[in-house]
Each structure stands twice: as C-alpha cells, then as structure tokens.
C-alpha cells in the first residue's frame, strides 16, 4: 500500500514540476525579477539554466513573503502585514537551512524539499487515521483499508495543487491536524452501544499529542483554529454524560491550553510588540490595562491590506473567483450532509461541524478561491468521495452515474483538468492566488 | 503585484512622426519613456520614492510609438516585499507645444501617469523599483500571455485527447 500510494505521490508530483518547467518564462506578474534582485546578489545565479527555467518561477504569489521572511537576518517580520505569513513556518525551514549558505535559492531548494516531505508524510497520516475512522470491527478493516487508500490518493491530488509545490506553509498545517485527529480518534471510545467517553489512560495522546498538534496547526494556519471545535464538541458530551471530571481534564484543558496559545500569538505578542505607537488596531483595548483589543492583529491585517471582512468580496467582479471555488464548495457541504444524515456517522460528527464553518466562514468572509487551497486539513470531503468510489467500484456504473456518485465523478475530472491547469497558472504568476 | 488598465489609441490622434519631432527639456526633469519601435511589448524599471508623500512624487512615464485604433496593457508591476500601493494609474494626453514637467515637445504626447504610496507599517522610507510595460494586445489579450495561453491549450488538449479525466476516475476506482 504504501509503495503503491509512494509511487503515485512522486508521479503526481513529477507531473506538476514538469508542468512548471514547461511554463514561459516571461511571467503575467514581471516582479519576480524584482524580488530577486533585490534578495539575490549574483546576476548569473538568477539567469542560470536551473533558476531560470524553473526555480524563479515558484516564487509566485505568497512564496514572495515566505521567501523573504526565511532568508532575512533574523527571520522575524520586517513589517505588519508580514505577521499573517506562518513564522511557524519560517522557523522551521530555518532550522534545515545551513548557516554558513546565505543563498536564496539554497533556501528555496530546502523550503521545496521540506514541502513535500511534509505533503507526503501527511498522506501517510491520513491513511492511517482513516482506516482508524472506518473499521470499528473486523469485517470493516477490508473496507476501511480500500477506503483509507482512496483518500489518501486523493489527497494527493488536492486542487491546492500549484500553491504546494512552492514554499507554501498549507502541508505543515496538514500533517499536524491529521495527527491531532488521529490521536484524538485513538483516545475516545465511540458510543456504539454505550456513552461517549475518554479513558484516562489517554490523557496523553489526548491531552497533550492533539492539543499540541491542534495549536501547532493553528498558529501555523489560522483557519485551523476551527479544528479546536473538536474539544467544544468532547466538552458537550462529556458533560452531557455527567463526566464532568473528565470534561474539565480532557477537552477542557486542551481547549484551554490552545485558545491560550492563540492569544499570546494573536494578541499579546502584536501588543507587545506595536502598541501603544500604532494606533489603528491598538486603539480597539477592550479594558484599558488588558493587552486584549477588539481586532486581533491577524483580523486587522487581512481587512485592511487584503480587503477580507462580511461579504467584502461579493462584488461583480469576484464571480469568477467564486466560480473557481464552486466545485470545493459543493462538495465540502454535499460531504457534511453525506455524514450527517444520508450515513450519519457519530465520530464524524465534530469534523461535520468543522467542514460547516470552514465554508460558511470562507464562503462569506475571506477570498473564496483559497478554499481550493486550504480545505485539504479536513478530511471530510475526500472519505466522502472515497467512499463513493468504493461503493461504486463497478466502473461501469460510474458511466452514467447518478445522484452523489454524478457529484463524486464531476469533481474527479474537475480536478484532471484543475490540478495542472492551476499548476501552470501558479508558475505563469497568474490569478487565481 | 500588478495594477494594469488598457489604453486604446483614437483613430485621429496626431501621432508624431519619429524624424521630425522633438522634446525639448528645459531642467533635468526628463520624462521616462517606454518605446514600442518595432516590438509587440516593451518594459522599462523605475525607482519610485516611497519617503516622500507628496502629490508632486506622482510618476510620469511618456508612451512612445504607440499605433492609431490599436489597444495596449500599461501594467504596473512590483514585489510584495515593499508594501505599497499604486494609486491613480491613468494616461493623460499632453498638447504639442504645452509644457509639462518642465519638458516641451512639438508634438502630442500620451503618458501613463501614477502615484506610489508607502502602505506599511512601519512605513517603508526606501527606493522602491517598479516594472512598467507597454504591451500589444490582439483579441483583446495582451500578448505576453499568448505562450501561457498556448501552453494551457495544449495542456488542455492532451488532456481531452488522452482522455486524462476518464484514466484519472478509473484509477481511484480500481486503486
């Protein structure tokens, strides 16, 4: 299995990078050069075959900030706005980076290496996780292997395609949610016949391997900051089944511990570090001599560099961007109402909830077309469509198939086309982003 | 980042002619040009101050060799390491024989014009360089595109004739 799905990952990547080398050099956004002339010392460096051909052309987009972020002095942000880039992140490319190497492409070679291991390691995870969801006896486990290696597969042909053959901080996020579920599952008992709960021999994993996970996720990724819906959802029952004991020592310490993490990452240390000087954003203290404010550093700097807010983006103009995020959309929701109510799953029931946000808060909120690229942490929508293909293995029926399975077959050859399509359009520096 | 805008040319604009035309600068505040002589796009890189914000830091770049009826893309490209915004981007028309920017000319000119604003904090008190290009459009697409756009259609193609969706959907079926 795990050759199998090996081999797949290195096709499906070799394809993308081959797709990039092919891309024109001449990119639609010119700036590139810009960037490396002001980061890169050494004219011929940058016109050699190597960079020219294909590494310039992975500094597209978000690349732009990690690039500069890994490579300066002290790798700390040199501006606000630059604090919404994952310092996680940055860190931890740094720590693979060779001190005495100061070259840019040295960073980006290493930042690119450490991506797929990452995305790689991270379908490994999801594996595993999977077949732990769906074989809850023994006849499940031929199932939930099949199962486990359609998602996975699937995984990785994520439609973030392009984006992650960059220096894209999206894999880390990936591997650390799919541990911390994976852990999570390993900890609680599912309440086939019985009641929710969590023994206490699995503080551990549960305590400390998921929440860890959870928060390294998150302050990594913001939107990952939904996964802690998952401690809200264990509190919920633990209380409901009287436990309350071990609802204080289980979702409530681990959710605690997280939401503390994000508030020394998204408030303190912005605080700390701007205000009072600032003004903007620091003006908004709730009391006056608590470093909390209405708008965390992270809201202030997407509304007001990137324009993010309620419906800020439903404008004319946005169409095609929602048309872009169109087939992630339908089948994000067509996958919570799957678990929900067609094959109602109890142990799916807080990543339904998740899903639910995740498309609401994007959908009305952020820039659409980024769900393309950050839904693939949750991993509702591939079992959705892995288990279709499972229960539709006859490619026969998949001819002319019907209902969900017409859904499952769209968004399948929506992604042949998407995938290297996007994978060019990233590499040409052009939108979406 | 890029702001674009595309300009047309009207038909009757009295375009000069390259030999018999001249500017005459009167001080050092030359305008910069972006000349389309014989090619399809051209592209010119320019610092721009970001320290001062005055309305007089607006930058000017003339639009030379420009066809009559015939559409480009001016588009404004820079890194997003430098925070800034580019407001304003228009052309604006010169009259033969009007001063402008202390230079003078015998004949029309169209410029592109801009202004570079510092949109950081801490704000950035730093010369900053910006690409600007002149580009040909045909069908309405500039054609910088047209080797992308070419690629993608043979991307898209090889895709169809090899029936990759098909090959794609029974792979996860039978994996």
Not at chain 1, 37 to 47: G, K, M, R, T, V
Not at chain 1, 120 to 127: D, H, K, N, R
Request: proline share 5%; with cysteine; net charge positive.
């Amino acid at each position: 299995m795990i050759v199998g799905l090996t081999l797949y990952f290195v096709l499906f990547r070799s394809i993308q990078y081959l797709l990039v080398f092919l891309t024109p050099i001449r990119q639609f956004d010119t700036s590139t050069s810009l960037l490396l002339n002001e980061l890169c010392s050494s004219p011929f460096e940058i016109n050699s075959y190597w960079n020219k051909y294909f590494w310039n052309k992975l500094l597209s987009w978000d690349s732009v900030f990690f690039i500069k972020n890994i490579t300066s002095k002290n790798g700390k942000p040199q501006f606000e706005h630059e604090y919404a880039f994952s310092q996680l992140w940055t860190f931890f490319v740094r720590l693979f980076i060779k001190s005495n190497n100061d070259s840019i492409y040295h960073a980006l070679r290493v930042g690119v290496a450490i991506e797929n291991v990452l995305f790689y390691l991270s379908g490994i995870v999801l594996y595993f996780l999977t077949k732990k969801i769906f074989s809850q006896n023994i006849r499940q486990s031929q199932f939930a292997r099949t199962i486990a290696k359609k998602t996975s597969l699937l995984f990785f042909l994520t439609s973030a395609a392009g984006f992650l053959t960059s220096i894209y901080s999206e894999p880390l996020s990936f591997f650390f949610a799919f541990v911390g579920i994976w852990s999570r599952e390993c900890s609680i008992s599912v309440p086939v016949l019985g009641q929710f709960d969590i023994p206490w021999r699995y503080w551990f994993p549960y305590s400390f391997i998921s929440m860890t996970c959870f928060t390294l996720a998150s302050l990594n990724r913001s939107n990952c900051v939904l996964l802690g819906i998952y401690f809200i959802f264990d509190l919920i029952e633990l209380t409901k089944n009287r436990k309350f004991v071990k609802a204080i020592c289980f979702p409530l310490l681990s959710g605690s511990l997280m939401f503390s993490a994000l508030l020394y990452q998204q408030y303190y240390l912005p605080y700390k570090t701007f205000c009072p000087q600032r003004g903007e954003w620091c003006k908004s203290q709730l009391f006056s001599s608590i470093f909390i404010t209405k708008t965390s550093l992270y809201s202030y700097i997407q509304s007001h560099y990137w324009g993010v807010g309620l419906l800020k983006y439903w404008t004319p103009n946005n169409i095609p961007n929602f048309l872009f995020a169109v087939p992630n959309i339908i089948i994000l929701i067509y996958s919570s109402i799957y678990f929900s109510k067609i094959y109602p799953s109890y142990n799916l029931k807080a990543l339904v909830w998740i899903t639910r946000a995740l498309v609401v808060i994007v959908c009305f909120f952020a820039h659409v077309q980024i769900l393309n690229r950050i839904a693939s942490f949750l991993p509702l929508h591939l079992w959705y469509l892995a288990d279709r293909l499972v229960k539709t293995s006859d490619p026969k029926k998949m001819e002319n198939p019907k209902g969900d399975d017409k859904i499952v077959k769209f968004y399948i050859y929506w992604l042949a086309f998407w995938i290297p399509l996007q994978t060019i359009l990233f590499a040409a520096f052009l939108p979406p982003a | 980042n890029t702001e674009s805008i595309l300009y047309k040319v009207p038909h009757n604009f009295p375009l000069k002619k390259p030999r018999d035309s001249s500017t005459y600068a009167r001080d050092v505040n030359l305008i910069s040009s972006i000349s389309l002589s014989g090619e399809a796009m051209s592209q010119i890189t320019i610092e721009a101050n970001t320290t001062d914000l005055e309305l007089h830091n607006t930058t000017y770049i003339e639009l030379a060799d420009l066809q009559r009826d015939e559409t480009y893309q001016i588009k404004v490209c820079w890194s997003a390491i430098h925070q800034i915004s580019i407001n304003n981007l228009q052309t604006i028309t010169i009259p033969r024989f009007t001063e402008f920017q202390g230079t003078k000319s015998d004949y029309a000119r169209i410029l592109v014009t801009f202004q570079v604003l510092s949109d950081s904090y801490p704000s950035e008190h730093a010369m900053v360089p910006i690409q600007v290009s002149l580009i040909t459009t045909r069908l309405g697409i500039p054609v910088d595109i047209y080797p992308t756009l070419i690629v993608m259609v043979l991307l898209v193609a090889g895709l169809v004739v090899t029936r990759a969706p098909h090959v794609l959907n029974d792979l996860l079926l039978k994996f």
